[in-house]
C-alpha cells in the first residue's frame, strides 16, 4: 500500500524517508532552508568543493544575510528596531519581534505526520517475533524515519500490535545498540527528556549529558522540553537540575531553562553589542574576580545570531579570542558550559563535528555520549550533511570510517551508527 502526505499536502517532508508519496507525509509546509533540530538554524553552510569547503560566511559588520538564512539583521548605533525598542539586557525579558518561531520538528506534540506505516510496522514485529532477532532489518527501518515518521510508526506499531515497541526492542536487544534503538524510538523531544533525568539521578551528574540537551536550544524547544519533563516524571525540570548542581552553574543553568533569550528574529543593534561586549570585559577582566552572574546572564539571553556578533566583535576590539578568555577565567563544569553556548552560536555545525570527534577520542570511546550524539544529528538530513562536510574538513578523515573504526567490535551497534549517519 502507498502511503504518502495527505490530500493537498504535497510540500517536501523533513528528513530523506521515503520518497514523496511512498511514505509518510509531513503536515508542514516548508518555507526556507530546512530546521535543524533541536536549534536554530545556522547562517551559511559546508557546500561541497573541490579540495574542501570554505568556513560560513560572517555577517557582523556587512549587510544583513539573504533573507531564510534565520540572522538578525544589524543595526547601526542609535537606530531601534521598527515596533519595538531595543532587546533587553541581562535577565530582563526578551523584546519579541513578529510572532515567536515554532518548535523544531519532533518538538511539538500537536504536529503528526500522515500516511500509511503499517509495513514497518508488521515488519519490526517480524524482526522481533519468535526465536531470535532480525537486528539488520530493525537498523534498516528505524535509522530512516524524521521526528514525526517515527512518532508515526511508533503509534502505529504499537496500536497495531497491541504491544509497547520500546519494551519489546529492550527485550530483544542489548548494549549501545538497544540504547541507539530505544533513542530513535523515542524520538528527539522524548529522548532529550529522559538523557536530562539520566544525566541527574543517582550519584554526581553526568555534565556533558546535561549540556548537550539544554545549552543553546530555542525558547519554543526549551519550553516543549520542559512540558515533556513534567508530563514523564511528574516533576519540574527545573527542581530537579537546580537540586543537583553546585550554586553559581545553578544559575547559569536557571537562566538557560528559563526559555527568555531572544529570539533569532531581534536585530544586533551596534550600540548594545558594543555594550555587551564591554559587560562581558569587565565582568572577566577585573583584579578581585570574575563576575559570573553577568557573563551567565549576557550568554544565556541572547540569541545565537547575537551571540556570533558579540564573539565577533571581541575578537575585532580586544584583539584576542572570547574562547580563550572564557577559558582562562573559568572552570569546571561552568566553563564547559559557557564555552559550549559560544560555539554552538558561532558555529553549530563545526560544534557538532567537535563533539562527535570528542566522543571517540582518546583512550576509549565515549559510548553514551556517541550514541546520543549521532542519533541527535540524524534528525536532520541537510545538517548531518553540513557536519560530515566540518568534520573532514578539520579532522581530514570521514566520519563514517571514523566510527566504523572505533566501534568496529560491534557489528550490529557499528552498523546502527553508521546507517544513522549515511
Same mark, same amino acid.
Given at each position: 500500500?502507498?502511503?504518502?502526505?495527505?490530500?493537498?499536502?504535497?510540500?517536501?517532508?523533513?528528513?530523506?524517508?521515503?520518497?514523496?508519496?511512498?511514505?509518510? !507525509?509531513?503536515?508542514?509546509?516548508?518555507?526556507?532552508? =530546512? +530546521? %535543524?533540530? *533541536?536549534? @536554530? $538554524?545556522? &547562517?551559511?553552510?559546508? /557546500? #561541497?568543493?573541490?579540495?574542501?569547503?570554505?568556513?560560513?560566511?560572517?555577517?557582523?559588520?556587512?549587510?544583513?544575510?539573504?533573507?531564510?538564512?534565520?540572522?538578525?539583521?544589524?543595526?547601526?548605533? !542609535?537606530?531601534?528596531?521598527?515596533?519595538?525598542?531595543? =532587546? +533587553? %539586557?541581562? *535577565?530582563? @525579558? $526578551?523584546? &519579541?519581534?513578529?510572532? /515567536? #518561531?515554532?518548535?523544531?520538528?519532533?518538538?511539538?506534540?500537536?504536529?503528526?505526520?500522515?500516511?500509511?506505516?503499517?509495513?514497518?510496522?508488521?515488519?519490526?514485529?517480524?524482526?522481533?517475533?519468535?526465536?531470535?532477532?532480525?537486528?539488520?532489518?530493525?537498523?534498516?527501518?528505524?535509522?530512516?524515519?524524521? $521526528?514525526? &515518521?517515527?512518532?508515526?510508526?511508533?503509534?502505529?506499531?504499537?496500536?497495531?500490535?497491541?504491544?509497547?515497541?520500546?519494551?519489546?526492542?529492550?527485550?530483544?536487544?542489548?548494549?549501545?545498540?538497544?540504547?541507539?534503538?530505544?533513542?530513535?524510538?523515542?524520538?528527539?523531544?522524548?529522548?532529550?527528556?529522559?538523557?536530562?533525568?539520566?544525566?541527574?539521578?543517582?550519584?554526581?551528574?553526568?555534565?556533558?549529558?546535561?549540556?548537550?540537551?539544554?545549552?543553546?536550544?530555542?525558547?519554543?524547544?526549551?519550553?516543549?522540553?520542559?512540558?515533556?519533563?513534567?508530563?514523564?516524571?511528574?516533576?519540574?525540570?527545573?527542581?530537579?537540575?537546580?537540586?543537583?548542581?553546585?550554586?553559581?552553574?545553578?544559575?547559569?543553568?536557571?537562566?538557560?531553562?528559563?526559555?527568555?533569550?531572544?529570539?533569532?528574529?531581534?536585530?544586533?543593534?551596534?550600540?548594545?553589542?558594543?555594550?555587551?561586549?564591554?559587560?562581558?570585559?569587565?565582568?572577566?577582566?577585573?583584579?578581585?574576580?570574575?563576575?559570573?552572574?553577568?557573563?551567565?546572564?549576557?550568554?544565556?539571553?541572547?540569541?545565537?545570531?547575537?551571540?556570533?556578533?558579540?564573539?565577533?566583535?571581541?575578537?575585532?576590539?580586544?584583539?584576542?579570542?572570547?574562547?580563550?578568555?572564557?577559558?582562562?577565567?573559568?572552570?569546571?563544569?561552568?566553563?564547559?558550559?559557557?564555552?559550549?553556548?559560544?560555539?554552538?552560536?558561532?558555529?553549530?555545525?563545526?560544534?557538532?563535528?567537535?563533539?562527535?570527534?570528542?566522543?571517540?577520542?582518546?583512550?576509549?570511546?565515549?559510548?553514551?555520549?556517541?550514541?546520543?550524539?549521532?542519533?541527535?544529528?540524524?534528525?536532520?538530513?541537510?545538517?548531518?550533511?553540513?557536519?560530515?562536510?566540518?568534520?573532514?574538513?578539520?579532522?581530514?578523515?570521514?566520519?563514517?570510517?571514523?566510527?566504523?573504526?572505533?566501534?568496529?567490535?560491534?557489528?550490529?551497534?557499528?552498523?546502527?551508527?553508521?546507517?544513522?549517519?549515511?
Amino acid at each position: 500500500m502507498s502511503y504518502g502526505p495527505p490530500q493537498g499536502q504535497g510540500q517536501p517532508q523533513w528528513g530523506g524517508y521515503p520518497p514523496a508519496g511512498q511514505g509518510y !507525509g509531513s503536515p508542514y509546509p516548508q518555507q526556507g532552508p =530546512p +530546521q %535543524h533540530v *533541536g536549534y @536554530p $538554524p545556522h &547562517q551559511g553552510g559546508y /557546500p #561541497p568543493q573541490q579540495g574542501g569547503y570554505s568556513a560560513p560566511p560572517q555577517h557582523f559588520g556587512g549587510p544583513p544575510p539573504p533573507a531564510g538564512y534565520g540572522g538578525p539583521p544589524v543595526l547601526p548605533p !542609535g537606530q531601534h528596531p521598527v515596533g519595538g525598542p531595543p =532587546p +533587553q %539586557h541581562g *535577565g530582563f @525579558p $526578551p523584546q &519579541q519581534y513578529g510572532p /515567536p #518561531p515554532l518548535p523544531s520538528p519532533g518538538y511539538d506534540p500537536r504536529a503528526q505526520a500522515h500516511g500509511d506505516a503499517s509495513a514497518d510496522a508488521d515488519a519490526l514485529r517480524a524482526a522481533m517475533k519468535g526465536f531470535g532477532t532480525d537486528e539488520k532489518a530493525l537498523i534498516r527501518i528505524l535509522s530512516k524515519p524524521d $521526528p514525526l &515518521q517515527i512518532s508515526l510508526l511508533r503509534n502505529t506499531y504499537n496500536q497495531r500490535h497491541r504491544r509497547d515497541l520500546e519494551r519489546d526492542i529492550k527485550s530483544e536487544t542489548s548494549g549501545y545498540f538497544r540504547d541507539a534503538l530505544v533513542a530513535l524510538v523515542r524520538g528527539p523531544l522524548l529522548d532529550d527528556v529522559h538523557n536530562v533525568h539520566e544525566a541527574i539521578k543517582g550519584l554526581g551528574t553526568k555534565e556533558s549529558m546535561l549540556n548537550d540537551v539544554l545549552l543553546g536550544r530555542s525558547n519554543a524547544d526549551m519550553r516543549a522540553i520542559k512540558q515533556a519533563y513534567q508530563q514523564t516524571f511528574q516533576r519540574s525540570l527545573e527542581a530537579d537540575v537546580k537540586g543537583d548542581l553546585s550554586m553559581k552553574t545553578e544559575t547559569l543553568f536557571s537562566m538557560v531553562m528559563a526559555a527568555t533569550r531572544n529570539e533569532e528574529s531581534t536585530p544586533v543593534i551596534l550600540a548594545e553589542l558594543d555594550r555587551d561586549c564591554s559587560d562581558l570585559h569587565r565582568a572577566m577582566g577585573g583584579q578581585i574576580g570574575t563576575d559570573q552572574i553577568t557573563v551567565c546572564s549576557i550568554l544565556s539571553n541572547r540569541s545565537d545570531g547575537q551571540i556570533r556578533a558579540i564573539n565577533q566583535h571581541w575578537q575585532q576590539k580586544y584583539h584576542g579570542s572570547l574562547e580563550k578568555t572564557i577559558d582562562s577565567e573559568f572552570s569546571g563544569h561552568m566553563k564547559d558550559a559557557l564555552l559550549l553556548i559560544v560555539r554552538r552560536a558561532s558555529d553549530r555545525i563545526m560544534s557538532d563535528a567537535v563533539q562527535l570527534e570528542d566522543a571517540m577520542a582518546g583512550l576509549g570511546t565515549k559510548d553514551v555520549l556517541l550514541v546520543q550524539r549521532v542519533v541527535r544529528v540524524h534528525w536532520d538530513r541537510a545538517h548531518l550533511d553540513q557536519v560530515k562536510r566540518a568534520y573532514t574538513h578539520r579532522y581530514k578523515k570521514d566520519l563514517i570510517q571514523r566510527v566504523k573504526g572505533e566501534i568496529h567490535n560491534n557489528k550490529h551497534y557499528e552498523g546502527l551508527m553508521v546507517a544513522c549517519l549515511s
